[in-house]
């Protein structure tokens, strides 16, 4: 705790419990009004604790770590890091608002999140298929031998057991279990994918009318703008956090502008798959392809211009949707 002179009022530890945060509540309240709070890691471990605190009519900051030249010249304990977030909100170098994360983009930010992990999973068990074949009896690895990938793991799924025992009897066994996990985790796959493209309806469903978005790439763009997308300042913000805000990279008599690598990277990837497709099959984004290609753009830097773009516009529908959802 820090009044706001600065002055350290006390340091305490409490559990990250509901218990503790009673605790933690009732001991800040001790040294007077709570106005700001500095929390650490809003999207994880930290976001139990600012939901309380936001409940409580707090106004929490996100604060980044410590930066490494502090930690070196004054250690690394949880008090001097503790300190070191509420200096940063009182000197005004912390001002980012977190998500709130209590409404219909949470849920949508945890099917997508298993979603995700299901076709990793998936992805992983088709492999670990075909490195079995390899190795194989050839009379099995040809029977299997030019299959499409959903008619391979048909077949494995129906193996049956062979009548006589020995190296074939175990391969064929992983193969039929791999199968099958592999059906189970494509049948997981398509209910979180309707889970998915209705709760995007509902919050958004405007964002679906956009050419080239589909239900992943709208809910990687939603769960990048929160529950409460207000909290960015503008649409350049939202382009920032996403990643595709321009980056001076200009010495001497060179002037140029290169992609930016920060922020956040599924929201990227996502305004990179809208302006492929759009691309392919979108007219005005043709013209727009060839007029910037007249004027000795490179293909890499339309694309930049493209996500920049639909940064801005998508942004205007998702925040225009949750306000209307949420009035």
Same mark, same amino acid.
């Given at each position: ?30 040294? $007077? @009004? ?6 650490? =890691?809003? #999207?994880?471990?930290? +976001?139990?604790?600012?939901? !309380? /605190? ?37 000197? $005004? @170098? ?6 709130? =994360?209590? #409404?219909?983009?949470? +849920?949508?930010?945890?099917? !997508? /999140? ?58 064929? /066994? ?154």
């Amino acid at each position: 705790m820090i009044d706001v002179t600065g002055r350290l009022l006390g340091t305490e530890a409490f559990a990250a419990t509901t218990h503790g945060y009673e605790a933690l509540w009732s001991w800040a309240r001790s040294h $007077g @009004r709570v106005s700001q709070a500095g929390v650490e =890691g809003t #999207g994880s471990y930290g +976001a139990g604790l600012a939901r !309380k /605190l936001c409940s409580l009519g707090v106004a929490v900051i996100e604060v980044n770590c410590p930066d490494r030249s502090m930690r070196r010249s004054r250690g690394k304990t949880d008090a001097v890091d503790a300190e070191a977030a509420a200096r940063a909100v009182l000197s $005004g @170098r912390a001002t980012a608002v977190p998500k709130s =994360g209590n #409404g219909a983009v949470e +849920a949508l930010r945890v099917f !997508k /999140l298993a979603k995700d992990s299901a076709v990793k999973s998936r992805t992983q068990a088709i492999n670990q298929i075909k490195a079995v074949l390899v190795c194989t009896d050839p009379h099995l690895r040809e029977a299997l031998a030019g299959l499409t990938n959903s008619t391979l793991i048909a077949r494995c799924a129906e193996l049956a057991d062979p009548a006589s025992p020995g190296v074939a009897l175990p391969v064929e /066994l992983t193969l039929r279990l791999l199968a099958r996990r592999v059906q189970s985790l494509t049948e997981e796959i398509r209910q979180f994918g309707r889970l998915i493209r209705q709760r995007v309806q509902d919050t958004a469903p405007d964002l679906l009318e956009l050419h080239g978005v589909g239900p992943d790439s709208a809910a990687a763009l939603l769960v990048a703008a929160g529950d409460n997308p207000q909290r960015f300042h503008s649409e350049a913000s939202f382009a920032a956090l996403c990643g595709v805000s321009p980056v001076e990279r200009s010495s001497g008599k060179s002037q140029r502008r290169r992609l930016n690598r920060g922020g956040d990277r599924q929201a990227n990837a996502a305004l990179f798959r809208i302006a492929l497709t759009r691309l392919r099959d979108h007219p005005e984004t043709r013209a727009y392809l060839a007029r910037r290609t007249a004027e000795d753009r490179t293909r890499r830097e339309i694309i930049r211009y493209l996500k920049r773009y639909l940064a801005r516009k998508i942004f205007k529908v998702v925040s225009t949707s949750i306000a209307t959802r949420t009035a």
